[in-house]
C-alpha cells in the first residue's frame, strides 16, 4: 500500500496504466494477426491437368488457382508419382515454390522430362502441396502433413491418341473420362467381336490359351446362371459371357481370374440393368476389364455412386475433378484396375478403409468396387 501511495505520489502509476493498455491491445491485435495468417496459410489449390491421356511426345498443361478464388500470389510444390509394378512408389519434384497467382498453368514436356522417360508409359498423378510439406507416398498419393491438395491423375500411353466425338458433341473432349479411340481400343474392337461371333479359336490364339470345356462347365454352374437367372438372352450371347469368364479376351483380361471377369459383367449389369449381348457392349465389358471408361453410361448407376461417394469423402463429387470423376465411374461401372498395376497391399488398405466406413468388409460386386475407387481413384476429402 505505502509502494503504491509512493508511485502515486511519484506520478508513476498513470503511466503503467497507460503501458498495460498498449501492451494488451498489442498483444490482441498481434494475435488476431497470426490467426489470419494461419488461416491463409495453406488457402487450399485447385490442381487439375488438361487432359487424362497423353502420348509420350505430348505437352502436359496443368492448371492451378485457389480454392477461395483468390488473385494474390501463393508458392506451392508440384510433385509427381507413379506406383511401381514391384509395388514400391517413386515420386519426383517437378517444380518447386510454383507460384499461383489467379488461374496459373504449368507445362511439362514429356519427352524433355527424364522421369517420365525411365519410368515409361503409365499412370501418373500429379499432387500440389505447401512448400516443403510433403513427407511420404502411399499408393501413387503424396501424403502430406496438415497443408495437402488434391490430386490429378494421368495416363501415359506409347500408343497415338485420338479422341472421339459424341453424338451431341461438336468438339473434342479433354476431360476426365473423355473417350478414346486409339489402337488398344480397336483391339478391344476385334476381341468383341471374336466373343460375340462365337470365334473362340481365333480369341484362344490371341491369348495364347488352350480350351477347355470342363472349365466351361464349372464356369457356367458357379458363375453364368446367377448372371442370367430371370434374363432373357439367346445362347449364343449366354456362350458369349461364358467364354469371356472362362478365357478373358487379352492378356489383360486373362491374368484377371475367371472371378474378377464375372465381376466385371455383374457390374455391367448393375449398371444398365441388362446384360452385354452385343459386340458394342462386350467392347464396352473389355474396356471396364482394363479400366477404360465404357462408352456408354447411366446417370442412374452414376447418381448411385455420388450416393456413396458422399458417404465416404463427406463432401459432393466434383466431376470436372478427375479423382472425383474416377472414384465415382469406378463405383458407378465397376472398372478394373489393370493386373500389371495391381497393387494388393494398397487393396488391404482400401479394404481397411472401407470397413471403417461401413462396418464390415466388402462382399458384393458393389462393395468391392467401392474399395477399389477407395484405393485406385485418388479422390480426397
Known amino acids: 500500500m505505502i509502494y503504491f ?85 517413386e515420386k519426383k519434384l517437378i517444380d518447386s515454390n510454383f507460384v499461383v497467382n489467379g488461374q496459373t498453368t504449368k507445362t511439362i514436356s514429356i519427352a524433355n522430362e527424364s522421369y517420365f522417360a525411365n519410368n ?141 471377369r464375372a465381376a466385371v459383367i455383374y457390374s455391367y449389369k448393375n449398371a444398365f440393368d441388362k446384360l452385354p449381348t452385343t459386340a458394342a457392349d462386350l467392347t464396352d465389358v473389355i474396356k471396364i476389364a482394363s479400366g477404360r471408361w465404357p462408352s456408354a453410361t447411366s446417370a442412374e448407376a452414376e447418381n448411385r455412386a455420388k450416393v456413396q461417394f458422399q458417404k465416404i469423402y463427406q463432401r459432393p463429387a466434383v466431376m470436372t475433378n478427375s479423382n472425383d470423376n474416377a472414384a465415382v465411374t469406378v463405383m458407378a461401372y465397376g472398372l478394373r484396375q489393370k493386373a500389371t498395376n495391381r497393387n494388393l497391399q494398397s487393396e488391404q488398405k482400401g479394404i481397411m478403409t472401407f470397413k471403417s466406413i461401413y462396418g464390415h468388409t466388402p462382399s458384393t460386386t458393389a462393395e468391392w468396387n467401392i474399395m477399389q475407387a477407395i484405393t485406385y481413384s485418388g479422390a480426397t476429402r
Open 5 to 89: 501511495i509512493n508511485l502515486i505520489k511519484k506520478g508513476m502509476l498513470k503511466k503503467i496504466r497507460y503501458s498495460s493498455f498498449i501492451l494488451i491491445f498489442c498483444l490482441a491485435f498481434f494475435s488476431q494477426i497470426a490467426k489470419i495468417n494461419a488461416a491463409e496459410d495453406y488457402p487450399g489449390i485447385n490442381l487439375r491437368a488438361d487432359k487424362t491421356e497423353y502420348q509420350t511426345s505430348d505437352t502436359i498443361s496443368l492448371s492451378l488457382s485457389r480454392t477461395d478464388n483468390s488473385s494474390a500470389a501463393y508458392p506451392v510444390d508440384i510433385y509427381v508419382v507413379k506406383s511401381l509394378e514391384n509395388g514400391t512408389v
Open 120 to 260: 515409361g508409359a503409365g499412370t501418373y498423378v500429379f499432387s500440389v502441396c505447401k512448400v516443403n510439406a510433403c513427407t511420404e507416398t502411399v499408393n501413387g498419393n503424396l501424403i502430406f502433413n496438415s497443408n495437402s491438395g488434391p490430386a490429378s491423375t494421368i495416363k501415359i500411353s506409347e500408343d497415338p491418341i485420338v479422341y472421339e466425338l459424341n453424338s451431341s458433341s461438336t468438339s473434342t473432349s479433354a476431360v476426365a473420362g473423355a473417350t478414346v479411340a486409339d489402337s488398344t481400343v480397336s483391339a478391344f474392337i476385334v476381341q468383341a467381336n471374336s466373343l460375340n461371333n462365337a470365334q473362340i479359336d481365333r480369341l484362344l490364339d490371341e491369348i495364347k490359351s488352350l480350351r477347355s470345356t470342363v472349365q466351361e462347365q464349372a464356369n457356367q454352374i458357379k458363375y453364368l446362371q446367377g448372371l442370367t437367372q430371370g434374363v432373357n438372352i439367346t445362347a449364343d450371347a449366354k456362350n458369349a459371357l461364358n467364354n469371356f469368364i472362362t478365357y478373358g479376351s487379352d492378356s489383360n483380361t486373362k491374368q484377371l481370374g475367371a472371378g474378377e
